[in-house]
């Protein structure tokens, strides 16, 4: 089964062809670059770049398949959660091509789409799919979410962000070092060349609780960037690289408690800050379960997740397949 896929729940814009769930026919993605004079994404400027972007990338992605949309079986598109405007121009494109192709349309949860992305593979052979039960950690930009994967589609919360996001934080912290956006691989770079024990950073104490929270930790680094700037040069390096080793040994603990706590055969991980190598590293240090990551193409969001998670939906077909668009659909409950 062939399924041409939209993603347009931020600020990138993905357009795939997957086939059978896992193997990337072809996978375009466009990442808008309008937002980083403003250091953060603007809802009404994302819609409209997407709205500008979709035809020519979807085109793209059919030429890159060496495919027709009549040869497609389905059309799924992100139906939250994210920025409403930007859902509403991707899933209504996706709605309009399936109504004149006569095909199914489906609704895909953007955060299915991130754990599905580990199923996913280019080429001739195909890897072997992911072990379940897992615990499974979503971390992007606006997500945090750590759930344990019973079956196929079948979510168990364990814990989230009670303020902000992995990736918002990220974003925040970048800003105020100075190093721009978006703030995930900036920090990441910078904290190469600093010490991580440089600076002793707080940790939220959420009483044994699998939620996280980040909001604590990002007002630290605010005031002790105003107290350095008082002594002269911000040791930026440092400062990411300190921040960095705090937020990962936050996830990475929760993650591993959980995995110790649950009967599960593998840990995976999805969104934007999975793409962070020192956090598959500090999650490796201390789960002896198998890790999946999807390659850092496939952590960002793009249209091949949407695929894989929309045909995995109607492989198994259940009550819980989103129609509408809503900006603040959850994983799990």
């Known amino acids: 089964m062939r399924i041409l896929s939209v993603e347009t729940s931020c600020d990138e814009t993905g357009v795939a062809i997957v086939e059978d769930g896992r193997r990337i026919v072809s996978n375009v993605v466009a990442s808008q670059t309008a937002h980083e004079r403003t250091g953060g994404i603007v809802p009404e400027v994302a819609a409209r770049e997407h709205l500008r972007q979709l035809d020519p990338i979807a085109s793209e992605a059919l030429r890159r398949a060496n495919t027709r949309l009549d ?34 349309f489906v609704g895909v949860n953007h955060l299915e789409g991130h754990v599905y992305a580990n199923w996913l593979y280019q080429g001739a052979e195909a890897p072997p799919e992911p072990d379940l039960p897992a615990v499974v950690l979503v971390v992007s930009g606006a997500h945090s979410d750590l759930v344990l994967m019973e079956d196929h589609r079948r979510f168990r919360l364990l814990g989230r962000t009670i303020d902000d996001a992995a990736g918002e934080a990220y974003d925040k912290v970048a800003r105020l070092l100075g190093l721009g956006f978006p703030g995930g691989p900036l920090i990441e770079r910078a904290a190469r060349e600093g010490d991580p024990r440089a600076f002793t950073l707080p940790k939220a104490d959420l009483a044994g609780r699998y939620d996280v929270s980040f909001s604590g930790l990002k007002t630290a680094v605010l005031r002790l960037v105003r107290d350095l ?23 990475a603990e929760r993650v591993a408690r959980a995995a110790a706590e649950f009967d599960v055969r593998a840990v995976m991980l999805g969104g934007g800050v999975a793409a962070n ?21 496939l952590c960002i969001d793009n249209g091949a997740m949407i695929g894989a998670a929309a045909f995995f939906s109607l492989r198994y077909r259940s009550e819980d397949i989103p129609t509408l668009v809503r900006s603040g659909l959850a994983l799990a409950h």
Not at 82 to 99: E, H, P
Not at 229 to 244: H, M, N, R
Not at 277 to 297: G, N, Q
């Open 277 to 297: 190598l020192a956090l598959r590293e500090e999650i490796t240090r201390r789960v002896s379960l198998p890790l999946r990551v999807p390659p850092p193409k």
């Open 229 to 251: 700037e008082k002594k002269g040069a911000v040791p930026a390096p440092d400062l990411a690289a300190s921040f960095q080793r705090t937020i990962n040994e936050m996830l």
């Open 71 to 104: 040869d497609v079986d389905a059309i799924a598109a992100t139906v939250g959660p994210g920025l409403i405007g930007a859902l509403l121009v991707g899933a209504n494109y996706a709605r309009g091509l399936a109504f004149a192709a006569r095909k199914r």
